[in-house]
């Protein structure tokens, strides 16, 4: 098929385009770039743990207010968890996984020319640079930026007076409505736009994932809206949703009545739990994607797979209360959170029992993208683990708010998340770019990253057994933290070659995306239809628009001579 | 091995238990994965000549391991209900009571004196200094008078949050008589880090004397 119109210029093809191709990659360099910002403020924070106190002189230049002489005040180290924490999740994480591998890859693995909205989907990008920038102006306005933590709960969030937190609210605003349009686009693409053939149990596993997580940010993301709005009408025109009456805040007694500050909290967890799952399931689908093509063996559990995602998102929207055991909610209500949250654990585990499944008598090849898939199981399942402690009521008394929370997201959203956004990149970038990433320096990137990971957040676990809080400036005025200096030295050196090791990543991708080795259509000899194209695809995806009739793992398949059946080939 | 630190309470001592037991099962689920892994990338390593086996799955396999995990991790929330029952809901009812109003960055502690009773002459109130006595239950009431705080007695296992609006409870019995700290495991502003307060755990005797002494020299009203 040609295309009778025009080619399109170059602002309405790389800029404002409507190319859900053009699209997935937008997302991606803004999801990498905030990713490095996000990173180095987490390096920041290493160094004030590591060495509280201790001057960064070249700090003095670029943040006067915060660190005077190169010292940090408490202000900023609260600005830096926070921005560190929002930036990460909402700007780095979830555009990363949801926004540019959803918008890459649906289109092509259902065999569609492009969403089903097109220009809804421009839009639902175009609202994050914006987005983006009212959060990072909270860095240049009077008080500085948002200090609440990535949580925000209030009274503390509202009664405070810096302009950031008011920056904060707005900028989610836009960055939720972007959420939800993007997820009405991939639901009525996925069920709508499907190549003949194509039916839900023929779609790869990322498919699956991308789906169940549309519908997750469908169900949960207005609720956030919602909360955000609430919150930013009792910071702004005094309203009293979340605050109660008697308010005393630096000697003033505040005039608001009647408001419920958890009431905030069942709002936000509401959308926040679910979106922990946000930003692990379309990891997890890829994964499941990764693993077959390497092991060059159908995924094992196909069924068990696609369906322990579904689980997991209907599960989930049934254990927010699970962040509220301490905070002064019914202890009844507590009981039933705990059950549903040990519950929601074991699609978890299914999905890793198929994995390794899926390896058991493969043929192995470990190339980068295969070794940060595996290093994805390994590390989700330290992430995974660790939360049978907090899900225990009576551990979670003693664990709460302390560095053994911080240990088990940072192994879920970096060990899981961010290293299934690795395999996903390595995996994908020749489709997306027709180059190939230098190998060599991939895995020399994975094998770094990999330890540094370990050696930085692996001691979070030991802090949160000694009973070291979370969010606090300066540890040093405990007593029960006294033992905890060198630890937490040797954490701040390794997140800081964590970030060192991050640019041997940046250069291998810029390098290769202009010297890069020549890709071909399928350079993997995967079975998926976005590998049956070139690379990358033409505008409209396929020259001739694909029918399916074989599932998306046919490796090894003993019906062919090579050991892996296309999707689309009739046999 | 001895992962967490020393503890002071009875109550403590459960939540410690069950920590050591979900440490064992989660240790030897963690053990087992990472062998699999392990194993199967060095024995199912590509080779010239290797070819992969033409497997998609196995019903019954599948359904062993979802019914075992979801066996076990039932089975924990179960175990662990009854510490959650007796140290959110079965106060004791002869624990001593102490009221704590928390704000920035401070704890106001309050007792009742000898009458027993809140809101009367007696009533001693202290700054970041909470006196218990020993090897008898103490319920502390919590409120907050501008953000939400969070008591944390890391060597007694205690956490509880202080919220404005509300009033909060938890209780707990101490061991053995000591020196330790309140901390604030709640985010609550820039002085956060520093709403430190001091724990002094002693006999009932020492703890009624130092009661009458502060009874005398009482100063700061009890804010509401």
Redesign the interface.
Known sequence: MTHPHREPRFLRKYVFSTDHKVIGVQFLFTGLTMLILGGLLAMLMRWQLGYPGQPLPFMEKIAPEGMPGGIMVPEYYNVLFTMHGTLMIFFAIIPILVGAFGNYLIPLNIGAGDMAFPRLNMISYWLIPPSALIMLAGFFVEGGAAAAGWTSYPPLSAVSSSAGQTCWLVSLIFLGTSSILGAVNYVTTIVNLRAPGMTFHRLPLTLWALFTTALLILFATPILAAALILLLLDKTVGTSFFLPAGLIVDGASLAHVGGQPLLWQHLFWFYSHPAVYIMILPAMGMVSDILPVFARKPIFGYRAIAYASLAIAILGMFVWGHHMFQSGMNPVLGTSFMISTMVVAVPSAVKTFNWLGTLWRGNIHLTTPMLHALGFVSMFVIGGLTGIFMASTPVDIYIHDTYFIVGHLHYVLFGGSLFGAFAGIAFWFPKMFGRLLNERWGKLHFWLTFLFFNTTMFPMFNLGMGGMQRRIYDWTQYAHLAEMGPLNRMMTVSAFLLGAVQVIFFVNFCWSLFRGKRAGNNPWQATTLEWQTSSPPPHGNFAEMPTVYHGPYEYSSPLVAEDYLPQNRKL | MQ???DNFSTT?G???H??YV??W??GI??VV??V??LL??IL????PG?????????TP??II??VV??II??V??FA??G???N???RVPANATRIEILA??FAWNIRYPGPDEVFNTEDDVTTINQLHVPVNQPVVVHLRS????H?F?L??L?????A????T?RVWFEATQPGQ??I????????????M?GFLTLESPEAWQAWLTSQGKQRVAEY??
């Open positions: 992962l967490l630190p403590g459960t939540i410690d069950l920590f979900i440490l099962i989660t689920a963690f994965v990472q699999c892994l199967f990338v199912y390593r590509a080779r290797r070819t992969a086996a033409y497997i998609h799955g196995s396999v599948e391991w979802t995990p979801t991790l039932v924990l929330g662990s209900q510490a959650w029952a140290l959110r809901e704000e920035q008078k501008d953000v939400i969070s944390f890391p060597l296992r205690v956490k509880q949050d919220v404005p609006g509300l909060t330790h700290e901390a604030c495991a709640e985010l609550c502003g820039l002085g956060h880090y520093r430190r804010a509401p």
